[in-house]
């Protein structure tokens, strides 16, 4: 039996992978209170704020 070649049109890890990097650089200067920031900044601009907050309730 031969395995099934799937043809992507969006690698995943790929993305990931140039996520990291991106946010790496972006923090690489930063203090550790600067990155909390930055961090806290990118979550209320992301389409992900309303789970982050869900998760986080307090």
Same mark, same amino acid.
């Given at each position: 039996m031969k395995p099934t070649?799937?043809?992507?049109? &969006?690698?995943?890890?790929? &993305?990931? +992978?140039?996520? +990291?990097?991106k946010m790496a650089e972006d923090m690489k200067n930063l203090s550790y209170s600067d990155q909390i920031e930055y961090l806290q900044k990118k979550i209320n601009e992301s389409d992900l704020k309303l789970w982050w907050e869900s998760i986080n309730k307090q």
């Open positions: 070649t799937i043809k992507k049109s &969006f690698d995943c890890l790929a &993305f990931k +992978q140039t996520s +990291q990097e």
